[in-house]
C-alpha cells in the first residue's frame, strides 16, 4: 500500500496567517494522483484539490496545492475562521486507494 | 445535480452483517469511467478506503478487509450495496459513499455518511 503521512499531526495558527501542510507518500505518487480534502466536524469530506495543484469547483483560490513524487503541500493563504477544521490528503494512482492520518487545523 | 445519501441500519450486533446501500442522482453507471466507493471513519479516526465499484462492474477492496466486503451495484434504482460480514466493535463508524468519476479520480462527491454501531 502506499502510505501517506501528514505533517504535522495538529497545526496552530490566527485567522489571516499562512497555513503549510504536508503529505508524504511511500511510493511515487504517479501524474500526480494525489487529492486534498477538507472535513468539519459531523460532515463528510470537501474536494479542495485534485491532480495535486488543481482546484475544485467552488474552492476559494487562497487553497493552494504543489508537490510532485513523494511530496506533496497543501498552502491556504490567508487563514478565514471557516478554514479551522481536518484536512486529509488522499492518492488515487494505486490500489487500494489510501488517505493520510489527516492534519488539524485549529484556532490559536 | 449530484447526490448521494447512504441508508442502511444504526445499530448491528457482533458477527452479524452489515448491509448499507448508496442512492445517487444526477449520475448514472452508464457513464464511461463513473465509480461509487466507500470510505469509512472510526469515531475521531482518519479516513480509511474501503472498496469501489466502476462502470464496468470491476470491483476493488481494501486488502485488510477484502474477505469481509462485498460492493455491487444495481444501475436500475441507481444504488450501490456494501456488504460486510462478522461486525465487530472496531467496526463502529461512519460510512460514507462518494463517487469519483474517472476509475483514477478524486471522490469529488460524497454522500453525508451513515453512522453504524456494533454492540450487544
Known amino acids: 500500500d502506499n502510505v501517506l503521512t501528514q505533517s504535522p499531526g495538529t497545526l496552530s495558527l490566527s485567522p489571516g496567517e499562512r497555513a503549510t501542510l504536508s503529505c508524504r507518500a511511500s511510493?511515487?505518487?504517479?501524474?500526480?494522483?494525489l487529492a486534498w480534502y477538507q472535513q468539519k466536524p459531523g460532515q463528510a469530506p470537501r474536494l479542495l484539490i485534485y491532480g495535486a495543484s488543481s482546484r475544485a469547483s467552488g474552492v476559494p483560490d487562497r487553497f493552494s496545492g504543489s508537490g510532485s513524487g513523494t511530496e506533496f503541500t497543501l498552502t491556504i493563504s490567508s487563514l478565514g475562521p471557516e478554514d479551522f477544521a481536518v484536512y486529509y490528503c488522499?492518492?488515487?494512482?494505486?490500489?487500494?486507494?489510501?488517505f493520510g492520518q489527516g492534519t488539524k487545523l485549529e484556532i490559536k | 445535480q449530484v447526490t448521494l445519501r447512504e441508508s442502511g441500519p444504526a445499530l448491528v450486533r457482533p458477527t452479524q452483517t452489515l448491509t448499507l446501500t448508496c442512492s445517487f442522482s444526477?449520475?448514472?453507471?452508464?457513464?464511461?469511467?463513473?465509480?461509487v466507493g466507500w470510505i469509512r471513519q472510526s469515531p475521531g479516526k482518519a479516513l480509511e478506503w474501503l472498496a469501489r465499484?466502476?462502470?464496468?462492474?470491476?470491483?476493488f477492496y481494501t486488502p485488510s478487509l477484502e474477505r469481509r466486503l462485498t460492493i455491487s451495484k444495481d444501475p436500475s434504482k441507481d444504488e450501490v450495496v456494501l456488504r460486510m460480514t462478522d461486525m465487530d466493535p472496531a467496526d463502529t463508524g461512519t460510512y460514507f459513499c462518494?463517487?469519483?468519476?474517472?476509475?483514477?479520480?478524486?471522490?469529488?462527491?460524497w454522500g453525508p455518511g451513515a453512522l453504524v454501531t456494533v454492540s450487544s
Open positions: 444526477g449520475f448514472s453507471f452508464t457513464t464511461s469511467g463513473m465509480c
Open positions: 465499484i466502476d462502470f464496468e462492474n470491476q470491483s
Open positions: 488522499q492518492q488515487y494512482d494505486r490500489s487500494p486507494r489510501t
Open positions: 462518494a463517487r469519483t468519476r474517472y476509475s483514477r479520480g478524486p471522490f469529488d462527491f
Open positions: 511510493l511515487t505518487v504517479d501524474n500526480n494522483y
